[in-house]
């Protein structure tokens, strides 16, 4: 039996669970569709609250979020950067249960800090994809 860390299947569901804790904890603490509207950062979340399509954004968001992090780690699986994938499926699942929190929390700073770890992921996937590229290149 494979632990969890190496196990590409198990993995992405950390990211699949933090995005339903996310909305979760966002609709709790928002308080109203109006304050959602008003002051959710994610474009596509207010344009799902918008439309009324909520569920079936959360489903299609969470099942996308599986799909691309089971695919991403099983290609990785055996390479040098496999850890580095598993490091960004954790912190993007960590920035999504913070930006869920930063409705209770309701501080610029700590929304500019949940922000800054999203950025963080972005560099570092792009970092080893530019890194990747230059060495099999």
Not at 75 to 95: E, H, K, N, R
Not at 101 to 116: H, I, K, P, T
Not at 120 to 130: E, K
Request: aromatic share 18%; glycine share 6%.
């Amino acid at each position: 039996m494979r632990s969890i860390y190496h196990n590409y299947r198990l993995v992405p569901l950390f990211l699949s669970v933090s995005v339903i804790v996310d909305y979760s904890f966002t609709f709790y603490f928002a308080g109203s569709i109006e304050n959602i509207l008003a002051h959710e950062f994610s474009p596509t979340l207010v344009f799902a609250v918008k439309n009324n399509i909520v569920l079936p954004y959360l489903g299609f968001t969470v099942l996308f979020y599986y799909f691309m992090g089971y695919t991403i780690l099983k290609f990785l699986d055996g390479d040098a950067i496999y850890p580095i994938g598993v490091f960004i499926i954790l912190l993007m699942s960590v920035t999504h249960v913070l930006g869920g929190l930063s409705w209770l929390v309701l501080n610029e700073s700590y929304s500019n800090m949940v922000f800054m770890l999203s950025m963080t992921s972005i560099i570092i996937a792009l970092s080893v994809f530019g890194y990747e590229v230059f060495r099999k290149g």
